[in-house]
DNA sequence: CTTCCATACCTAGTAATGCTAGGTATGGAA
DNA sequence: TTCCATACCTAGCATTACTAGGTATGGAAG
């Protein structure tokens, strides 16, 4: 996050997180670059956000997490996800999909605006 | 809100009210009914969400208001964009589509989903 | 060898914000 | 006259992302 638009995240960050591990399981530090990658930048988040929110999505049964230490290298926390945390994702999209719907139309009122 | 996808609005919401007044004047029970109208029923806003962020926004300078009473009416609080409330909407659209896109970038991750 | 940095993790406390749940009051309809 | 929709308000709550600190280790630079 740049600063300028704070605070905006509120609500789908769970959903970010949870779409960064589909592809597979990853650590902390790992996640924190892939979101700043697939956001092209405007989302760099701070590890005082990425670090509570994995502890809180894994309390919640949506992620699951081993320590593993790699040959020759640092201890990792790595995380997956589970079968609900999977689901919930896709409840996130399409929660997404309404949201930003609703809101669109909601900024748009009735006049023309740049996509 | 429906609930399921309640705190989403985070941080949006103020866009959004503001939006609501770019075509003229309106007090706060008509700010929601629009807000509604506008947003399919997706956002149904309760007053304590609305009257405290009417304040927030005049305290910030970004609206006006008059107390009216129409004939025969109860009496209303009416709200105004002012210049600079004119001007942060206009910012406020700009930065809801950098997010926008940066939440579906996140989101999609390389596969295709649905629009 | 020592120093420093990037990696890698953690947490307590803070600020913001939308919502819950209450309250008051009035005009018109039943 | 009773009730509901309109119309406003606020205190307190829960959530959440962030700030600002902290610990530790491996590798590179000096």
Do not use: C, N, Q
Request: charged share 25%; no cysteine; glycine share 14%.
């Amino acid at each position: 996050m740049l600063g300028m638009e704070a605070e905006m995240l509120k609500g789908h960050l769970d959903a970010i997180v949870l779409a960064a591990l589909e592809s597979g399981p990853a650590h902390g530090y790992a996640i924190i670059e892939t979101i700043r990658m697939r956001s092209g930048g405007t989302f760099d988040l701070p590890e005082g956000t990425i670090y509570p929110a994995l502890h809180r999505l894994e309390e919640a049964g949506l992620l699951s997490s081993d320590w593993t230490t790699p040959p020759g290298g640092r201890r990792r926390r790595v995380y997956a996800l589970t079968r609900s945390g999977t689901s919930r994702l896709a409840e996130g999209r399409k929660a997404w999909g309404r949201f930003a719907k609703a809101v669109e139309a909601s900024l748009g009122g009735g006049r023309s605006w740049p996509a």
